[in-house]
């Protein structure tokens, strides 16, 4: 359990076993020949320098970036910043990921529990197969981890979950907007439409791709999911099957983003629609809020490709 | 008045004064060298073909494509399909084009009173202005009438209007779920964001372009409108009409499709969004309405790129 | 078994239960209210106008486009072409597609015993499931049968299983230039590229698109292919899964052109090239092949985007 | 008035309240936690670093980039650059920007007395209404000071009246080698096509963006300037006013270079082709003066995106 | 010489070897087997369907697209239009093409005159270069007869020295305007840049493109002729050859728009921007004066990519 | 001749005349005005900083990035890296580039040799015309030299004859493949196809581009050498040379790749699609070569967009 944050230190504090998370490192050797490590140490409050001279070959061993390690040294000041210089570092298992990561302002619990409210909605066969899938004991924790992106939108732990509720409240209220949708269909593709990314993506030190991102990425890694699911539950025949297929399939919107088809249904049309619209909203917010700058505009932001102006609330 | 529509006639059918839509016409001569004409007579259920054997030249001189004719003559079978052989036309002043062109399912009333009710929930200064330029009588029989688009969707008699609207209930429940958006900007935005589109188009005829919606598009006219408007009410400041105008301006989202300026604000960017999904959805629904096959795939739609699946309740 | 061919027929021809394909009708009624069928007729030779007057119920029931049936009647000429009038059609249950529609030169016999050879040089674990997924009787026929595209290039009955050993071929080939690549991955992979097709699209009538090619496409049934053959197999651990996934979701070399992930791995970029050369040149072949003009410079192709000059040999 | 640059300053100088344009300031703490302020300070012959230790609050308070500051302090040698040490630096009210930021080779009033001439040469109704504009007293010295763009081409204090004089030379041959354009309107809307860019950019510090020009764009804005004018002067009817406004809205020549709306009369299409002529050439130039290489190539130019080579005379 | 045109013919007139250029045939056979040709002939005038029933096997021989023939034979009505009956054809040999297709309106001998002119004018070593290859006998003939393009602009008779000659007085005009030019140098390349389409394009019958258009294209063309006459004629050293042949290269002034490299130097920029303004120009004029219609709006022009608007003066 | 190479050097080493390419230097003043050289001194084996204090005006004056200079000093750590001061430098004349830059892992002699084989290989007339150019005394020796671009692929000494060996080995193999080739065209094709790239760079110092390769591009010589060699041996009609002209014009596949026009015979088809093949191949394995890290995954390729896998064999 982490109670001392990188925020509040200050030079000449003495540090015994101190959890930070290892964003990374590099090994150098001094001219007179002797191993030290330079590192970057980081939790969700701030990012510090960090050197540990004379490293012992028991820790060299294990250190990596995304590690965890609780740290023995002292702060000092270095170059007009802190800088921690380590005399002990040991590996920290099962840490709280959130601890060390920027995270979502909503409650993980509350939105877990919002997500069961939306599946208890669902009409029957998809209330079966999102429960199967979702609310699996070895998803679900993951899922109300992950982040919904690498950097442009919702790109904190839980912004997965987040995304995922906020487009199934948007799909709730769009389908009595639009009677000819099948609000049982749209929901459940809603639900899980980006659910592969929980295969996607490492959260280990810094949000980075997994070799089944890197090698499939998440479309088609849910695709599999939901297959896996079908032929294990039978809950789906094989037109429902492909409709909710083709939601996930076509959420991208474009081939050219990613989606191997293109929406060809109501309902694949609007969860496109209601995807684009959330991201770019919520991208719209994470850009002012991460904007150092107290002025009406913020830096050219990479989604929209411009500078942005703050709104008169934030 | 119009009583006898196209969809109700039948070979041997003698008309009297029965006013239709010229939609087109051609000036022949026979090989003797008697003129006639070659028409195109529409209404709202149809289409038949025309003639017009030796025409007077008081008929003559002011038959043209747009114009409402009062039809004397008989039907008769030609090449499998009706024609319509005309004894005398007359012109019909002030037509309702409702009976000529493809209608809103809406009824009009309906749509005003819901404008009404929207511009009055709007804070000052928005509801003045609005109120303003929109609830003119200059102005708001036009914007009752018009399609929103030429043929991409809502293309029909009120059209404009039933797509504002659409969108106003979109901005209006949106701004609740972001309540970082300014729910009386983005509403008096979407109000307006189209309006130039009265001066865009014209309906005589086949749906077309005015001179000034081919020199200066619906979003310079709505500008201007603005300017206008502002500039004699003294309704808003500086500021306000800069947030307003850019709302306007940039509402297509992207240069390429037409926006001078792109959306910088977080009203901005949720206008463009809700224009998109209301123009796409009810994209949709046009076209399997239009489309005439009775499988579950239409035609291709030059919206969509693609053909689109019908949706089970159509 | 068919016997007569439209290229053999001329004007006087009586017909006995001669078998075509019904390529096209279109119901119409004679101005006396008389149902009659007007028909397009063709076999792999050419293609007739028919017209069947007076058609009875039972006939007029199941006749559709994609069918083909056992015409009885006459042949004559109408506008300077063959037309047959027929008296009596009955359907055909199990045609030989093959006699209806354009074909592979090489026979099928030879090109299925070509591709067991190739199965039989893969090391495991890839022979093993490259022969449960191929080798299988109910696949097999539709995957000698299928075209390999609807026009583009190899769009004739065998096309698919042409175009697989052409590339298999120069896979076979490529894997000694670059000693690098794991010559049975990319041989795998290149088999199975393609396969999804014989789920993508429909050889009754003219070639088309299925549902499950519209709302899915060939790459991502391809992916569920294997997946379903790996989960009953166990033939592959997760990294060579991921590997041959990677293989078929990549292969169309861009995302713009519905591949969901760019290749990665140096397999994966080789099918790819491999691919587009031998698409391109069958592509420039065929092209040249279908046009009928006699001099150097056929029409503009629709996949160069130009006219191609015909090779001397041709 | 500014008489000492900094391209003369050498070590050891001592200044006494010599004006500097402040383009950059970071307030700092040293370790013992006084205050200072790193500054970058420039003019129009160059740039220097500067630092003025224990601010005192009341010159902490009005410090800003972009302000004009009288600097009273020493010359020194800091890692091979010059470094001014202030110890006292006020604010200078109203200075003149062409002092400290890069300027048109041609004299102002030259400049204006050219623009002078070319109004007096256009007919009414053209004369009256550009002259109600740019000549008015609160205009002109802005049109007169403003850059052309922030670095494109004719980045420079006078920029955009050197490049308005530019093309109307332009304009006025051309229009004699294509007789069928109209030369007064041409003219007019030459002189005022970019006005907009008044109130686009800000000239304090370096060239930037107003709020107007995120927002709206030198287009809208001049396109709000016309219709301002033409209401209070009358000076336009309906049609002149369209033809006039189409061609500033559509200068840039396509949607996707921010025009909303593409040129469609012949003045158009001529005014955006002078446009795209002169800046390209103009903008030729600029890069080749700006680099500061001495081969036949310069560097990478952004506008052309290559490197583009030295002209003999150059 | 031709003497009698088509837009002077009515029904019933007699044809006594006139000649037609034949712009397009098809060999037919009647339903009793003798031979026919159904023509499409036309002069500079316009167009005309024709017919030569039992057609001699001489004749048939060498009758084909592109051919002048002398006819003999009657002129009737045929579904409204005229039709020739031709009784006897035989080939012109060495036709003025100018009496069969679309002519500039400038007289072919004061086109040349002012191409002299301007090679007068040039300095050493350019007027000797573009002398040999403009002024020579096998040449200058067909630079002076063809068009500048297949459709976009100048696409008639003598266009493509029309073209030419309006480059290259922008050329001069412009040379002064920015002193930094070569004016020599950029004349030379703008006399030379197009010279290439006199091998590119044929004008037999329509416009097409040769064997040399197709596989090479005038760019490359050009560059081969220059490097043709510069080694024979030792006129230019190897960078002023190269600067020659960069001006000509890219003249297209992009890849994309089939230049293999882009302008690097003040003149190539400049030539490209002429090139432009004047196809603009030029092709504008040509759609105006193209288009049937009698309204203010044209119907899409395929240069600008929607309809333009008609100067006064036309 | 080269002996002693970076990677072999330590601090305190003495170096007397030891050869190093001189990859960039910078003329800088000491504090008190004395002159010296910052310099980045290389090899195959890797890169060295420099300095020469009071460098005298002889070696002052020669000194430039791409010169060999025999280096006398001693070599020192500074910064945690080598320095070489250097006390004298001498111009090596006429070094081989091969011990300063990096280098094919094939050997010149053996792949000059499978160079011979090939041409001897190929039917006339191509024999005579590809030995005249490319076994020429004044060429080979570059060709053999060169590398096949500057950074994308095979960007080393010998690149460039490894590129087209590479590809002359799968035209070899592919035209057996497909056997409406003319292999003997194609190869010819494909030995000269990138022959100006040896006009196209400078190898002196870092790989650039020459005056040539900027003006006109490796194509464009390419075709002026083929003109060139034509003229003087009449090898080739003019149709063979407009074949094998079309080839080299067109083997980047698209205008926008550079080629002044498309592939429109069945070898440019061809050729294209061997040429995009093996570069990708190459580059791909040059990446993974050059991509330090040790993981699995490379940094990302600018040839492919995004990071690769490594082989396993690598």
Redesign the interface.
Known sequence: MKEIYITALSAGDQLASVPFLIQDVSR?TT?DGRPFLLLTLSDKTGTSGGVFWDVPPAVDEWVSAGRVAAVTGRVS?YK?ALQITATMMLPESNPDMGDYLPSSDRPKMEMISELYDFIASLAEPWRGLVDHILLNDDFLPSFATMPAAKGMHHAYIGGLLEHTL?MA??AD??AK??????RDLLLAGTLMHDMGKVHEYTIAGEFGFS??G????H??RA??MV??AV?TTKALND?QS??L??LI?SHHGK????????????EA??LH??D??DS??QG??DHVKKDTGDG??TKKSYM??????R????
């Not at 890197?214 to 990425?217: A, I, V």
Request: proline share 6%; glycine share 6%.
């Open positions: 150098r001219k000041d007009d906020s409240n948007l209220t769009l907007q639009y009677p000819l949708v099948n070799e089944d890197r090698l499939l990425g479309i088609v695709i599999l297959e896996t032929s037109e492909r409709e297929l083709h399939a081939q050219e983003w990613g989606s191997p088809v293109e929406p060809k249904t109501i049309v609007l629609q209601i684009l619209l770019r909203m719209f917010i009406d505009w929209f490709g411009h500078e942005i102006k709104p008169s609330g934030m």
